[in-house]
């Protein structure tokens, strides 16, 4: 599997769709489109099957459709996405994204505490 994780906005989409779903047919990725998308079947499938191309899903033959399922984790493509972002627009400085991202939210004191309590269990790790 290619170590280039690049999804475009839909294919990020219809990757979401089936990782929830675990696997489906391009029928069951159409189910699960909010109301309001309007993506055709034919669209839905060429996108999975680029998704097949860029070896990011499988497929198995099933009667007459395909059932895609995922290669690539959820959390494999967020710690590429985070490791990316880090690298490019941080020079890879994980304290100044993390900085980035405390002074640029508005975090309620409770998303504080619980920000705490992560680097103090991490620190307790780190000090066994």
Same mark, same amino acid.
């Given at each position: 599997?290619?170590? $280039?994780?690049? !999804? @475009?906005? =839909?294919?990020?989409?219809?990757?979401? &769709?089936?990782?929830? *779903?675990?696997?489906?047919?391009?029928?069951?990725?159409?189910?699960?489109?909010?109301?309001?998308?309007?993506?055709?079947?034919?669209?839905?499938?060429?996108?999975?099957?680029?998704?097949?191309? $860029?070896?990011? !899903? @499988?497929? =198995?033959?099933?009667?007459?459709?395909? &059932?895609?399922?995922? *290669?690539?984790?959820?959390?494999?493509?967020?710690?590429?996405?985070?490791?990316?972002?880090?690298?490019?627009?941080?020079?890879?400085?994980?304290?100044?994204?993390?900085?980035?991202?405390?002074? $640029?939210?508005? !975090?309620?004191?409770?998303?504080?505490?619980?920000?705490?309590?992560?680097?103090?269990?991490?620190?307790?790790?780190?000090?066994?």
């Amino acid at each position: 599997m290619s170590e $280039k994780y690049q !999804l @475009t906005p =839909v294919e990020h989409e219809l990757m979401e &769709i089936l990782w929830k *779903l675990g696997q489906g047919t391009v029928r069951d990725v159409i189910a699960c489109l909010p109301k309001s998308r309007d993506l055709a079947y034919t669209s839905v499938s060429t996108i999975l099957r680029i998704l097949q191309q $860029k070896k990011i !899903l @499988t497929a =198995v033959k099933a009667g007459k459709q395909h &059932i895609y399922k995922p *290669l690539l984790s959820k959390d494999k493509f967020a710690t590429h996405s985070v490791k990316t972002m880090m690298k490019h627009i941080f020079s890879g400085n994980s304290v100044n994204m993390v900085a980035y991202l405390v002074d $640029k939210n508005n !975090l309620s004191l409770e998303e504080i505490n619980t920000l705490q309590e992560l680097l103090e269990s991490k620190k307790r790790e780190l000090t066994k």
